[in-house]
């Protein structure tokens, strides 16, 4: 069966032939790559929206000009956020993930609505409606269960009340509910937060007083055994203050773990604390102990993990600030992560791997090299065999370091390279 989407006077036609269907998919990249026009005043002349991967890039939506319409063609009455302003229109075309969140931010708008239709343009049929969920009194909707490839239609308008004015719209991939976790396997900087919950309540104040509110998944399993921790370092939104980040652990024990997953399932660790270190930040820490901290003044910290090789975990990061912003989830321990977890989850996600140092050759049959791409003071480095066994015990990196099959023997390894905040680690053959 063939299937067509409209936009503005144009089809969008995908057939089951090959060279159709790679021809709609450089139409869609290409169009997604193009900055948004100005906004219409109705869905079928509505400019395309680029979903940015992992970091919003907002535009300015400006009602001025616009008029209500609240005809079927447009869309009938919003059911939400007082509708009767001006409204326009922006389309997306759902990336593979079918994971976006809509997200607005004030202008000289400081209360917006904001509805999502699926097509046809000219018969929009109404997804989900949204008043005050975003900072503030703007809105968002944030999901992850529409069809890949198809085209959605936003319309936005002044809330409670009449007038026009401006505010910002951004369309971004979204990690809020547990299958479009991100694989990770380092430190990891977010520079927007997810702005919703997604499609389920992975968190209902069952476990730590938690219930969700802006969220994101990641996911990483390890290549060895050992200790690990890791800690949210938030944004600050003045000087000295931090949203209040909780978040839930779970080990994936068997698989389809998301599949299976409610928020019935308890975790084996969670912290609900309103309290923060220094920095604003939660996790794992020495000073955890207790891996089950509730709601309001506590211990930000939950005891730091003993891991094994091949396990998987889970974290749900919940925004109980509703701040959307950016933070940094740093990790640590003895354990290594596996990197290969990046290309293997099949889910969209927010973190790159810039490479810093290289192992070469693999294989090697006397020396190992390690080249670095950056100044290495400050720098070290430990060889860990296959079981997580230390090798060469940590030491400072040089210019010109290499490892000796003299010194550790042929086989496969593991060399972590790190500076105390980042840690990379390489894979190498020795025969």
Known sequence: MDHRSLIGSQFLYLSKKPLMRSLLAFSVLLLASLPASAQSDTPCNAPLLPVARDTCSFVTVNTAGALYQSDPANGGLAPCAFPGSPDVWYAVIVPPSGAISFTTREGSITDAGMAVYAGPCTAPVLLECDDDDAAGFMAVVDRSDFPPG???????????????????LCAVESHADCRVAT??????????????????????????DISEFQSHWFTWRFLSSGTFWFKIFPDSVAPGFYPDYDWLLWQDNAPGFC????????????N??????????????????????PAGPGNPFCPILNVNAGETYYLLLNNFSTSSTGFTLRLGGSAVTDCDILTSVASATSTTRNNRFDCYPVPARERVYLRAHVRTQGYTFTVLD?????????????????????????GTFFVIIGNGEWREVERVVVE
């Open 272 to 293: 609900g604390s309103s309290s923060t270190g220094p920095s604003g930040e939660t996790g794992l820490d020495t000073s955890g102990t207790s891996f089950s901290v």
């Open 183 to 208: 694989p990770i396997c380092e430190t990891t900087r977010v520079e927007g937060n997810a702005y919703g919950p997604g499609s389920n309540q992975d968190a209902f104040a069952n476990f730590c």
């Open 150 to 168: 198809d085209t959605l239609f936003i319309r936005l308008w002044k809330a409670a009340g009449s007038g026009t004015g401006t505010f910002e």
């Open 259 to 270: 599949s299976a997953f409610n928020n019935n399932l308890p975790p084996m660790a969670c």
């Open 386 to 410: 296959l079981l997580g066994r230390t090798i060469l015990p940590t030491q400072a990196l040089q210019p010109d370091t290499y490892l000796d099959r003299a010194t550790i023997g042929s």
